[in-house]
């Protein structure tokens, strides 16, 4: 017996070490195939994420849009964004920085539009304040609207109106 051991010994430790590695496969498969993002995103409800910041750059357009949120939730066919508490900003290469903080918003990437809503304040680099409870912006167009109140406010003009913007 001594001698089987002192000649096989390379593979029975060989053995021993995939004997050791299969084991902890299995056991870390369990635990991944059991997780709730997995389970969440096979459901097709999407995936959701906490403390999230999302940069996009647009050479074409110059700009970059910067979202940085407490929650997101991206559906599960990938059209679409919750996001909730967020901060966004939009920095164009030709111009000044736009700032906005709100309670929460939805992007639809079918039809290009950000749904924005909840304590809407925003403020841009050259001094001006917009503050409304809504505000839809049109990716395509780069135009905002809202139905809401509006105040707009900076160093040389003050504002207030129910309508849309641009």
Same mark, same amino acid.
């Given at each position: 017996?001594?001698?089987?051991?002192?000649?096989?010994?390379?593979?029975?430790?060989?053995?021993?070490?995939?004997?050791?590695?299969?084991?902890?496969?299995?056991?870390?498969?369990?635990?991944?195939?059991?997780?709730?993002?997995?389970?969440?995103? %096979?459901?097709?409800? &999407?995936?959701?994420?906490?403390?999230?910041?999302?940069?996009?750059? *647009?050479?074409?357009?110059?700009?970059?849009?910067?979202?940085?949120?407490?929650?997101?939730?991206?559906? &599960?066919?990938?059209?679409?964004?919750?996001?909730?508490?967020?901060?966004?900003?939009?920095?164009?290469?030709?111009?000044?920085?736009?700032?906005?903080?709100?309670?929460?918003?939805?992007?639809?990437?079918?039809?290009?539009?950000?749904?924005?809503?909840?304590?809407?304040?925003?403020?841009?680099? *050259?001094?001006?304040?917009?503050?409304?409870?809504?505000?839809?912006?049109?990716?395509?167009?780069?135009? %905002?609207?809202?139905?809401?109140?509006?105040?707009?406010?900076?160093?040389?003009?003050?504002?207030?109106?129910?309508?849309?913007?641009?």
């Amino acid at each position: 017996m001594r001698t089987f051991v002192k000649r096989q010994w390379p593979l029975l430790g060989i053995g021993v070490l995939l004997a050791v590695v299969a084991f902890y496969l299995v056991k870390s498969g369990e635990g991944f195939t059991q997780g709730p993002i997995l389970k969440e995103i %096979m459901s097709g409800e &999407g995936l959701k994420l906490k403390d999230i910041h999302f940069t996009q750059y *647009d050479p074409d357009k110059g700009t970059k849009w910067v979202l940085n949120a407490a929650e997101v939730r991206y559906s &599960g066919d990938k059209n679409s964004l919750l996001f909730h508490d967020f901060r966004l900003k939009l920095e164009p290469e030709d111009g000044s920085v736009f700032k906005l903080n709100g309670n929460s918003g939805d992007y639809s990437r079918d039809s290009g539009e950000i749904d924005l809503r909840g304590d809407l304040e925003g403020s841009s680099g *050259d001094g001006y304040r917009i503050v409304t409870e809504h505000i839809r912006i049109n990716e395509k167009t780069g135009l %905002m609207t809202t139905d809401k109140q509006v105040k707009i406010f900076g160093p040389f003009f003050f504002g207030r109106g129910q309508g849309a913007l641009r």
